[in-house]
């Protein structure tokens, strides 16, 4: 079951990455942000794009390394639970106006977060 849990995980991470690297600009549309510059487009390759492809090669060591399995796996689930906190005091700050994309993002994050924290 954890290699299920890991490698879904690994999955949603490789193709945020992916998507990010490829095209950044479509990956933040859904938040109303425009990339205007060749500077912005790049922050989110980094960020999004070799960020996630980053963590899902960590997951992918981990699927296949017992000794290193508990360490990447809990390290993305807090991660993730972080990512899903920085949602919730944002939203105490500033209320979404819809539920997509944030409160969407928000589920997943915890969902994974949760799932990879039982899955060790």
């Given at each position: 079951?954890?290699?299920?849990?890991?490698?879904?995980?690994?999955?949603?991470?490789?193709?945020?990455?992916?998507?990010?690297?490829?095209?950044?600009?479509?990956?933040?549309?859904?938040?109303?942000?425009?990339?205007?510059?060749?500077?912005?487009?790049?922050?989110?390759?980094?960020?999004?794009?070799?960020?996630?492809?980053?963590?899902?090669?960590?997951?992918?060591?981990?699927?296949?390394?017992?000794?290193?399995?508990?360490?990447?796996?809990?390290?993305?689930a807090?991660?993730?639970?972080?990512?899903a906190?920085?949602?919730?005091?944002?939203?105490?700050?500033?209320?979404?106006?819809?539920?997509?994309?944030?409160?969407?993002?928000?589920?997943?994050?915890?969902?994974?977060?949760?799932?990879?924290?039982?899955?060790?």
């Amino acid at each position: 079951m954890s290699q299920v849990v890991i490698g879904v995980v690994m999955v949603f991470f490789a193709g945020m990455g992916i998507y990010g690297l490829i095209s950044p600009a479509s990956l933040v549309a859904p938040f109303g942000t425009a990339l205007l510059s060749a500077d912005a487009r790049n922050e989110v390759r980094a960020v999004y794009g070799g960020f996630g492809l980053a963590v899902a090669a960590a997951l992918a060591v981990a699927m296949h390394d017992v000794r290193l399995r508990v360490g990447v796996t809990t390290t993305v689930a807090l991660a993730l639970a972080g990512m899903a906190a920085g949602r919730i005091i944002s939203m105490i700050v500033e209320r979404p106006s819809r539920f997509y994309p944030t409160v969407l993002y928000l589920i997943v994050e915890a969902a994974l977060a949760a799932a990879l924290s039982a899955a060790h």
